[in-house]
């Protein structure tokens, strides 16, 4: 009993008084300490995965981390899951990665070396076993080099639909372009007209960032607005029939907040698997801070009004609580 006592006792020390252990109740915004920014949120393998870019001076910009989670609330860090070694064309700014699990395998696609015209860079894919990695480049080069109808090949995002299809939607400089990608992913099919991309910029604000996704049978389609390093840099969105449009902007669901953060934007959404539960994944800007580059990643509820609208995001420091994946069997 004496020996029980003591073991009592050095809990209550430890836990400061409170004999059991208080548990974390929400995620917490930011989900994670550090500079991160331009996430991708996914359900891969049965859990949560978000992957931000490394939010640093271009330079500096060589590397991916990544962060997984069984139920959004606690979220465990992946260091260098790609990295400038296994991408030989790369010198800096490795950019908004997107990741989709397919064919047994997971690709993460990216956006390198903030390319010009007649410099070598753009949009890669490199791909793992695993969904942590290590990710290695699986061309050698660009899948997307050259500047298309004025947009910049950056910010892809990799889109399934349920026919099996997957397209590309991607594009900064204002302007956004589609394209279709081969099964095994490391290619671009042309479309009957023999064109192999198509610009589909929704808007006149449209900047980057562009997400897609399918509720309903209503295709969201989102992107952001304004200065990556202002404060009002927001996400508006729009809503179709078809994954090519025509998009009519409806408006603003995501922008700043004076009580919470400024520069909120470059987002995507995670959807629960089996539920119609929603979260918006994005970055923001602490209100004391003013280098461009401080950009954290947070995680909030995204809703919809009963005739299908999204509802504003309520930007929050508490985060999400817990939401777990039942097993269901993966899509390939």
């Given at each position: 009993m004496k020996r029980i006592l003591?073991?009592?006792?050095?809990?209550?020390?430890?836990?400061?008084?409170?004999?059991?252990?208080?548990?974390?109740?929400?995620?917490?915004?930011?989900?994670a300490q550090g500079w991160y920014a331009d996430p991708e949120g996914a359900v891969l393998a049965g859990k949560y995965w978000i992957f931000p870019t490394y939010s640093a001076?271009?330079?500096?910009?060589?590397?991916?981390?990544?962060?997984?989670?069984?139920?959004?609330?606690?979220?465990?860090?992946?260091?260098?899951?790609?990295?400038?070694?296994?991408?030989?064309?790369?010198?800096?700014?490795?950019?908004?990665?997107?990741?989709?699990?397919?064919n047994n395998k997971f690709y993460l696609f990216f956006g390198g070396n903030d390319v010009h015209e007649g410099e070598i860079g753009g949009i890669g894919v490199a791909v793992s076993d695993k969904p942590e990695g290590?990710?290695?480049?699986?061309?050698?080069?660009?899948?997307?080099?050259?500047?298309?109808?004025?947009?910049?090949?950056?910010?892809?995002?990799?889109?399934?639909?349920?026919?099996?299809?997957?397209?590309?939607?991607?594009?900064?400089?204002?302007?956004?372009?589609?394209?279709?990608?081969?099964?095994?992913?490391l290619s671009i099919i042309?479309?009957?007209?023999?064109?192999?991309?198509?610009?589909?910029?929704?808007?006149?604000?449209?900047?980057?960032?562009?997400?897609?996704?399918?509720?309903?049978g209503k295709y969201y389609f989102m992107w952001s607005e304004g200065g990556w390093t202002g404060p009002d840099y927001c996400v508006a969105y729009a809503i179709a029939d078809s994954p090519f449009g025509p998009f009519q902007r409806i408006g603003k669901i995501l922008e700043r907040d004076e009580s919470i953060a400024r520069g909120a934007g470059h987002h995507s959404v995670i959807k629960v698997p089996g539920k119609d539960d929603y979260y918006i994944i994005y970055h923001r800007r602490p209100l004391d801070e003013t280098d461009g580059n401080h950009r954290v990643t947070c995680i909030d509820k995204l809703e919809f009004n009963p005739d299908g609208t999204i509802k504003p995001v309520k930007m929050t420091f508490e985060g999400v609580k817990a939401n777990k994946i039942k097993k269901v069997k993966n899509r390939k």
């Open positions: 003591i073991i009592v006792l050095a809990i209550a020390c430890i836990t400061g008084g409170n004999i059991s252990a208080k548990k974390k109740k929400t995620s917490g915004n930011p989900i001076p271009y330079k500096q910009q060589l590397h991916f981390d990544a962060f997984s989670s069984p139920d959004l609330v606690n979220w465990t860090k992946h260091e260098h899951v790609l990295e400038q070694k296994n991408i030989p064309w790369l010198h800096m700014a490795l950019w908004a990665p997107a990741i989709i699990e397919a290590p990710y290695v480049d699986a061309l050698g080069k660009p899948l997307i080099n050259e500047i298309v109808n004025g947009a910049q090949p950056i910010d892809q995002f990799v889109f399934r639909d349920d026919d099996g299809q997957y397209y590309m939607f991607y594009g900064g400089w204002r302007h956004c372009n589609v394209c279709k990608l081969s099964q095994d992913l042309p479309w009957e007209d023999g064109q192999k991309f198509h610009e589909i910029t929704p808007s006149k604000t449209y900047v980057e960032g562009p997400f897609m996704l399918k509720r309903n």
